[in-house]
């Protein structure tokens, strides 16, 4: 037996979710969100299973990009945070990519650049994330730049909502969008995956799902994923490589952060923090052994979880396990963790062995 974690990576589920994505959008064009290395889940392997779904694809690195479009892919390519130097433009006119415009400087770039073609550009409004985008001051004079500058085609006007999952949703951002807006025919673009849920009302133009496609819910605490008909793309799972008993008064693991109060029979997961799993994650961070859902014990170690067995008596050595994904939502995990399953998804490492599940 080699080391049994494995995250199976389900590519019907994925369509399914892109799926629900494009149910919802009613009649807005989709970017399928695949920066980071599509959470987690693979850059041309989600390519490939979206192919003929996507309306594009949105990323951040130049050098995906140039992957993909070596790999064969035609369709339009965002690229999240644009470019950063000027001497990247001809890659994007030889590609055919669209970069997001943020700075008045890339405004300039693209006005200095000869480039064969022209670049259909998005051109971002900070509308009160203050992360990226122009101010309402710069967005005119940006706007009328691009314009008239000759290597810049079709235009698409863009921002980024800071609270669409949470109380203060996204009229306030939307009330500073359309007055920088106003009198501009050019197609826009909103809404990612929890304005596209809450709020139909951004599903115009050009809708930039991420994290529902890999069947998360960007609300968990609200919603759960399975309740938005969001189906897990990623599981990972392992097994038991040994178990132990312990007496009462024995402690677990590095620093001997849990202590059993009576005697506890605990099983060991080949699963640790160097696989992606969060180091923070505190004891009684849920796990499922032989499918019956448990808590972990101890500190996570770097290549190893400890788990409790109460109540699973038949569970040993070679006991299958699920740390996320079918049958125990990544939001559940992360929630115990302290954090977002996009950050689960996003570090999972190279070592993990992935197995495609068609
Ligand atoms: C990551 C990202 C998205 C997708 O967000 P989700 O919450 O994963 O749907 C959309 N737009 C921009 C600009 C992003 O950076």
């Known amino acids: ?30 970017w399928a969100v695949i920066k980071a290395n599509a959470y987690g889940h693979g850059l041309l392997r989600v390519a490939e299973t979206l192919e003929d779904l996507a309306d594009g694809f949105a990323l951040l690195d130049l050098d995906d990009a140039v992957a ?17 130097e000027a001497d990247e433009l001809p890659l994007y006119a030889a590609y055919g990519l669209t970069p997001v415009v943020h700075t008045l400087e890339q405004v300039e770039m693209l006005a200095g650049a000869a480039l064969p073609a022209r670049l ?24 009328t730049a691009l314009q008239t500058t000759s290597c810049v085609a079709a235009i698409t006007l863009m921002t980024h909502f800071a609270d669409a999952d949470q109380e203060r949703g996204i009229e306030w951002q939307m009330a500073g969008f359309e007055e920088s807006t106003r009198g501009c025919d ?12 809450r709020f139909p009302v951004t599903c115009r133009g050009w809708a930039r ?23 897990p793309v990623m599981t990972l799972s392992s097994r038991l490589i040994t178990v132990q008993e312990l007496d009462a008064g024995d402690r677990v693991g590095y620093g001997g952060t849990f202590t059993a109060d009576r005697p506890m029979r605990i099983g060991v997961v080949a699963c640790g923090y160097a696989d992606g799993y969060p180091r923070h994650a505190p004891s009684g961070t849920p796990m499922l052994v032989e499918g019956r859902r448990t808590r972990t014990v101890g500190r996570v170690s770097m290549d190893m979880i400890t788990v409790d067995l109460e109540g699973i008596p038949d569970a040993g050595i070679g006991s299958p396990v699920v ?11 992360a929630a115990a963790a302290g954090t977002v399953s996009y950050e689960l998804l996003c570090a999972l490492t190279p ?8």
């Open 186 to 197: 050019d197609p826009v673009s909103l809404a990612n995956s929890a304005a596209l849920l």
């Open 323 to 333: 740390l996320w994904g079918e049958g125990l939502p990544v939001d559940e995990v």
């Open 209 to 231: 799902p991420g994290i529902m496609l890999y069947g998360s819910s960007p609300f968990p605490q609200d919603e759960s994923a399975e309740s938005l008909g969001l189906r």
């Open 351 to 358: 070592r993990v062995p992935i197995i495609e599940k068609a």
């Open 68 to 84: 993909l479009r070596e790999a064969g892919f035609r369709q339009p390519l965002l690229l999240l945070e644009g470019f950063f």
């Open 1 to 30: 037996m080699t080391r049994p974690l494995r995250a199976t990576i389900d590519l019907p589920a994925l369509r399914g979710n892109f799926a629900v994505a494009r149910q919802r959008a009613s009649d807005a064009n989709l």
């Open 120 to 143: 259909p550009v998005y051109i971002k409004l900070n509308t009160g994330m203050n992360r990226l985008g122009l101010s309402a001051e710069e967005f005119h004079p940006a706007l």
